[in-house]
């Protein structure tokens, strides 16, 4: 198979979850001439933007959308470690992002986690129930562009508040800029805490991140 | 009428001259514990704390219900899961899954006085003694699929729902066993209605085929245990397209949260079940205002549930002004 060819079937593989195929198709992409970057571009974010699509028209559920997520950080595992420093994909936005403390409900962030990955920003994940002094840590020791938090109850919307209150005070913003998401919250409280964004699901989220970058 | 009546009433959708008002997810504000002077996190292991508790939301609110116990741990604790009982306005949560998937599960023996199933028996108990002939005592309980995801994982149960089908039903098969043992024992104690709550089925999740395969027999098997009391449905987001699947369930209501259009519901629902719900627990009731709340309150009340109530579990710190507004709104 030509190297294009391999792309288009690493493709469907992750779109279909087919998730023990997806290492051996992106080292043969690799071998046959495809850069990482051309990999994930063309291959892996492809994917996850047809996954995403799938997921809006309520072809795919959560399931299924799990099982592309895994699929693709297969071939990650694969390509991530080829890319040479100073490549397109290498100087990406960084994403901090990670579930408040307080609140162990992370499925709907390693969702949007994955479809950010899908769309090349290099992610730092903070794990649930993060104390936000090392979400705000993190964001500083990387030089994060963008600090994505998720909360899925309601008590815990004091801490979305809190991250705020510490990017104005540290002199954060607008160099970084912070997007909010899950059950618990909604475009009101966003702009009520002062947030840059609000997303209301991961497809929106890639949206949300990509405006926020310009 | 007693609260009772009306509230029994409501859920067998008797022709009344107004709905019932009250709480069937979490109901407990940090109002109410300063009335009982009692507080979470004492309240979920101590029976006497937990009745009071129980009834503050119907002598602080007027809610026409008493309701325990006030989290969706539980079950899974009984199971073995790490649960922390978190602080005065944060629910309890878990902290690890006690199975991975090559497990074979089992219901823990003695598991009814055993923890926190024997503090909500024994609360069912004080509350049925003091307050069972005016008001309706409403147990709060988990979905066989939700406490599944709590055993093994929520993330990796969705993932073998495609990957490993036959693990999926191993669990929920032992849950919902469980599951109907325990509301058994609740209804034994006095419990005049089991409201269900099953988050992890939600149409966010799931997708009403997935529903039908790895919910819909287990919630009427766990179901089986509610003899003569009534039973709530209670499945979080925007459950439109699963309505008529809810009802497949034998349940006597839907709680149902705000996401869902009321009227479209009452259409969907047609009289066939009772529908429960479905104020914003975050807007109006949590971040919004007491006009707010009890607009929403006269517009599905008009739209025609049966009882009004908030959509999902009510957060502690919810100001105590929006509720008296939606309560009121209903009792006039």
């Known amino acids: 198979m030509s190297a294009e060819e391999l792309l288009e079937k690493l493709s469907d593989v992750v779109i279909k979850g087919k998730i023990k195929e997806a290492k051996p198709l992106a080292e043969e992409a690799l071998a046959a001439g495809a850069s990482p970057e051309v990999i994930i571009f063309d291959a892996l974010s492809k994917a996850m933007g047809v996954v995403g699509q799938k997921y809006e028209s309520k072809q795919y559920f959560l399931p299924q959308v799990l099982l592309a997520a895994q699929t693709m950080y297969q071939a990650l595992d694969v390509v991530l470690p080829q890319l040479k420093a100073g490549s397109a994909a290498d100087t990406a936005a960084k994403v901090v992002i990670g579930v408040v403390e307080g609140d162990v409900h992370d499925i709907g962030k390693n969702i949007v986690k994955a479809m950010l990955t899908g769309a090349g920003y290099t992610i730092f994940d903070m794990g649930r129930d993060c104390p936000t002094k090392n979400m705000i840590d993190k964001v500083k020791a990387e030089g994060a562009n963008i600090v994505a938090t998720s909360s899925l109850m309601t008590p815990t919307l004091a801490a979305m508040k809190e991250i705020e209150r510490i990017l104005a005070e540290e002199n954060l913003k607008p160099q970084v800029k912070s997007i909010i998401g899950g059950g618990a919250t909604t475009k009101d409280f966003a702009a009520q805490i002062g947030a840059d964004a609000w997303a209301y699901d991961a497809v929106e989220a890639v949206e949300v991140v990509k405006n926020l970058l310009k | ?332």
């Open chain 2, 1 to 332: 009428m007693t609260p009772k009546e009306r509230f029994l009433g409501a859920l067998a959708r008797k022709e009344m001259d107004r709905p019932a008002v009250g709480c069937v997810t979490q109901s407990v504000t940090v109002d109410q514990m300063e009335w009982a002077g009692v507080e979470w996190p004492a309240a979920h292991t101590d029976a006497q704390m937990m009745a009071k508790l129980g009834i503050a939301g119907a002598k602080v609110f007027g809610f026409e219900n008493a309701r325990v116990p006030f989290c969706l741990t539980v079950e899974a604790e009984a199971f073995g899961a790490t649960v922390d009982l978190g602080n005065r306005v944060k629910t309890p949560m878990l902290k690890a899954h006690p199975y991975s998937s090559e497990d074979e599960p089992a219901i823990p023996e003695g598991f009814l006085e055993k923890g926190r199933v024997a503090t909500a028996i024994e609360a069912v108990k004080i509350l049925k003694a003091e307050y069972g002939e005016e008001y309706p005592i409403v147990a709060g309980t988990t979905g066989p699929l939700t406490i599944a995801g709590h055993l093994v994982g929520t993330e990796d149960l969705l993932l073998m729902m495609i990957t490993e089908p036959d693990t999926v039903h191993k669990f929920i098969k032992v849950t919902a066993e469980m599951e109907k043992q325990y509301i058994a024992a609740l209804v034994a104690a006095g419990v005049d209605v089991i409201n269900m709550s099953d988050p992890s089925a939600s149409t966010d999740m799931l997708s009403a085929e997935m529903f039908d395969e790895f919910a819909l027999p287990y919630t009427k098997h766990a179901f089986e245990g509610c003899g003569d009391a009534k039973k709530i449905l209670h499945i979080c987001g925007n459950t439109t397209s699963l309505l008529e699947h809810m009802i497949n369930t034998g349940a006597d209501g839907l709680s149902i949260e705000e996401k869902v259009d009321s009227a479209e519901a009452v259409n969907i629902v047609n009289g066939r079940v009772a529908l429960v719900g479905n104020i914003g627990s975050v807007k109006p009731l949590y971040m919004g205002t007491p006009e707010e709340c009890a607009a929403d309150a006269a517009r599905i009340r008009d739209a025609g549930f049966n009882i009004i109530a908030p959509g999902c579990g009510l957060a502690a710190e919810t100001p105590k002004a929006n509720i008296e507004a939606f309560v009121k709104t209903i009792k006039g």
